[in-house]
């Protein structure tokens, strides 16, 4: 850097001048160092997420190990990990072995597929031809196994109601039969299935549903099928989902999420972001699971408010403020924080370094912390609630404490606004959100599951970009809910959008709801077709 001095003017200044001046002009180059850092390493994050693989997954190639030195839990093998020397190049001459097929694979995959057995025999005169009369025996058939496959077949279903009359009386009489889905239309629960299946579980577009339709020779329009699937989630669909809103609160965990979506004709600027919220049971419970979408124009704490206004207990969420704000006005809703976030800025930080330095960073040794957090909550995953909070307490505590401990004693010296330093600000500011899932056995100690559930909106939205109404968009949460729920629940969503809309239709005049316990999608009498294959189950 040039100095502002002279020669002459540097050899009159005493030393005490002299130092001060080397202080002040060795803080500037820091500073336009930490700067030039910190660019440099959004410019690799910006890179990175353009052309880099998505995944978080952390390597390491030791474990971090912890115990108390003095009362003060600590971890003994930092340098170990900070900067890990050994080099992860393969020897010169060592080839990769390929891992090794995975036995049954085959059968595993076959297993619950209807099989139709096609027979290829000989007749008796070209086996007498090849052998002589008697000269022959049968054996063991050999079995060759190939996928068939049937494309999609379009038929008009035309119903003749016969009609009667008494001879005596006028009194006419028409036979039972199924009522039309929607009134004039040429509908049916099959054909509505199936625009609900390709575009809300495949993501497949109204448009290029209308030209897989054409090639098919049936011309349905885009918008007639956009009117038929708002009219079905709002007149069928939306029952059960009420319903399943009802249920939702009998849980004690739920997980939450929110993602953007732009709706074109929402009274708004164009451009502006509305939002879906998902809400769903929490991990642990593998059974009865319920995945709820809302849509609503705005991100603020109104929305959650009233969705969880009869919910008591904890909430599995990111590290929104809005969750937060909630659970200050309530004493019987709890909020639990997220480590897949926290360790996300560290990856993000890891990621953003060269190649060769990625280990000796601080980052990297807060990934490697979380992750033996996270490797000690894996051996617990099979355990009763009570006992896997009692197990958490005794192995898994001791880790977070001692990440606490380092995260403090370690931000004074990390460059502030880098990532790294985000990341360390993110865990203390969410510490007490952290910290719950320790006391609670039923909790899970990320929010992934929420994350997962709403993929599949982010998958689709990706191919039809908005959407164009708000009737659109509440009607695309209720039938994002319905297949979301039935995937979580081992149903195929095809079939279960199928036997809904023929049988809720039957119930519409009832005043008691009882008759949707059986169509909860783990209702016994729910139809076999419904159900995924069961693996474990013999053909």
Not at 315 to 324: F, K, L
Not at 421 to 439: C, H, I, P, R
Request: overall charge negative; hydrophobic content about 35%; some cysteine.
């Amino acid at each position: 850097m040039a100095s502002k001095y002279t020669e002459e003017q540097l050899n009159s200044l005493d030393r005490e001048t002299l130092t001060r001046l080397f202080l002040s002009q060795q803080e500037q180059l820091e500073n336009i160092d930490h700067t030039l850092q910190l660019v440099l390493e959004q410019m690799a994050d910006l890179k990175r997420h353009r052309f880099g693989r998505s995944s978080e997954k952390h390597e390491a190639e030791g474990q971090v190990s912890f115990m108390e030195v003095d009362g003060k839990i600590v971890f003994f093998n930092e340098s170990e990990a900070v900067a890990a020397e050994e080099s992860t190049e393969e020897p010169e001459g060592v080839s990769r072995t390929r891992p090794k097929k995975k036995q049954g694979k085959r059968e595993e995959d076959l297993d619950g597929i209807p099989v139709v057995v096609v027979e290829h025999s000989m007749t008796d005169e070209e086996l007498e031809d090849k052998f002589g009369k008697d000269g022959f025996k049968q054996l063991p058939d050999e079995v060759y196994r190939r996928y068939s496959f049937t494309p999609a077949k379009i038929e008009v279903e035309e119903h003749h109601v016969k009609v009667y009359a008494g001879k005596e009386t006028e009194e006419v009489v028409k036979a039972p039969h199924p009522q039309a889905l929607l009134r004039g239309s040429l509908v049916s629960p099959s054909l509505e299935a199936a625009i609900m299946n390709a575009k809300y579980v495949n993501a497949v577009p109204l448009y290029r549903q209308e030209q897989e339709f054409e090639r098919y020779g049936l011309h349905i329009p885009r918008q007639n099928m956009a009117n038929w699937t708002i009219q079905c989630a709002d007149r069928y669909l939306a029952v059960l989902y009420d319903y399943l809103h009802e249920k939702l609160y009998g849980y004690h965990v739920l997980q939450a999420d929110e993602t953007p979506v732009l709706v074109n004709k929402d009274g708004r600027p164009a451009g502006s972001k509305s939002y879906m919220w998902v809400y769903r049971t929490g991990r642990m419970y593998t059974e009865c699971q319920i995945v709820l979408y809302e849509y609503q124009r705005t991100r603020n704490a109104s929305h959650p408010r009233e969705f969880l206004k009869d919910f008591r207990g904890v909430c599995v969420t990111d590290g929104y403020q809005v969750y937060h704000t909630i659970e200050e006005e309530r004493e019987d809703l709890k909020i639990a924080g997220c480590w897949s976030h926290a360790r996300r800025r560290f990856d993000e930080a890891v990621k953003a370094l060269p190649k060769a330095k990625q280990k000796d960073s601080r980052a990297y040794l807060a990934l490697t912390m979380i992750q033996a957090i996270y490797r000690e909550e894996k051996l617990l995953k099979d355990l009763p609630a009570e006992e896997r909070m009692n197990r958490r307490q005794l192995s898994v505590k001791p880790l977070v404490e001692a990440y606490f401990i380092w995260v403090r004693e370690t931000l004074p010296k990390v460059p502030q606004k880098s990532r790294t330093w985000e990341g360390f600000n993110y865990s203390l500011n969410q510490e007490k959100y952290l910290k719950v899932f320790l006391d609670d056995g039923e909790v899970p100690m990320d929010n992934n599951a929420a994350e997962q559930s709403i993929r599949g909106f982010c998958i689709g939205k990706k191919n039809w970009v908005m959407i164009d109404t708000i009737a659109g968009a509440k009607s695309s949460a209720i039938i994002y809910s319905i297949a979301e729920t039935a995937k979580a629940n081992n149903l195929k969503p095809y079939d279960y959008f199928e036997y809904l809309l023929t049988e809720i239709p039957k119930h519409l005049d009832d005043t008691d709801r009882s008759f949707l316990d059986d169509l909860l999608p783990w209702s016994p009498g729910l139809p076999a077709n419904c159900r995924k294959p069961n693996k474990s189950e013999v053909k």
